[in-house]
C-alpha cells in the first residue's frame, strides 16, 4: 500500500515539474507562480491535466522538457503565445521545428546593401533595385539583426 502511496507521490511530482518547467519557460519562477496561484492568477490545476497527458506521451519528464523547450524557443523566436497543449499539436513534428535564425544584414541610411565577391565591394540597393557602389567608410554600414 506505501509503495502505491510513494509512486502516487513521484508522478505528482513528475508532473508539477513539468507545469513548473512550462511557466519557466513563459519567464516565470516558482515564487511567481506561488504568488500568481494565491491570487487566482494562475489557475495551477488547469495545468496539470496537460502535463499529465504530456507526460504519457514523452515517457519521461526529461523528454516532456525538452518537447517544451523546442516548442518554446520555436514560438519565441516568432513571437508567438505558446501553451503546453502546443507541444501536443506540434509533437509529431517537434524535430523539424527550429527557432528563427538570428541574421545581421548590412545597411546604409536605411537601404539594404549587399556584399559582391566577384567585385570585392559594397553596393547599395536602391528603392528602384539599382545596384549603387558604395563609397562611403565601413564604419558607416549600420547592421540590423532580423530573423528568418
Known sequence: ???????????????QQIVNHY???????????????KKKKIIYSRFTRPAKQLL?????????????????????SRNLDYAIETVFKKWLELDRLKPKEIV???FYHGSPMVWSETKKKWF?????????????????????ITTH
Open 56 to 76: 504519457s506521451l514523452a515517457g519521461s519528464v526529461k523528454k516532456a522538457k525538452e518537447a517544451i523547450d523546442r516548442v518554446a524557443s520555436w514560438a519565441i
Open 1 to 15: 500500500m506505501t509503495d502505491k502511496k510513494t509512486r502516487k507521490k513521484e508522478k505528482e511530482t513528475s508532473i
Open 104 to 106: 545581421k544584414k548590412p
Open 124 to 144: 547599395v540597393i536602391s528603392e528602384d533595385g539599382e545596384w549603387l557602389e558604395f563609397n562611403d567608410s565601413e564604419k558607416e554600414i549600420e547592421w540590423k
Open 23 to 37: 511557466f519557466n519557460t513563459k519567464g516565470l519562477t516558482l515564487d511567481e507562480i506561488k504568488k500568481s496561484a
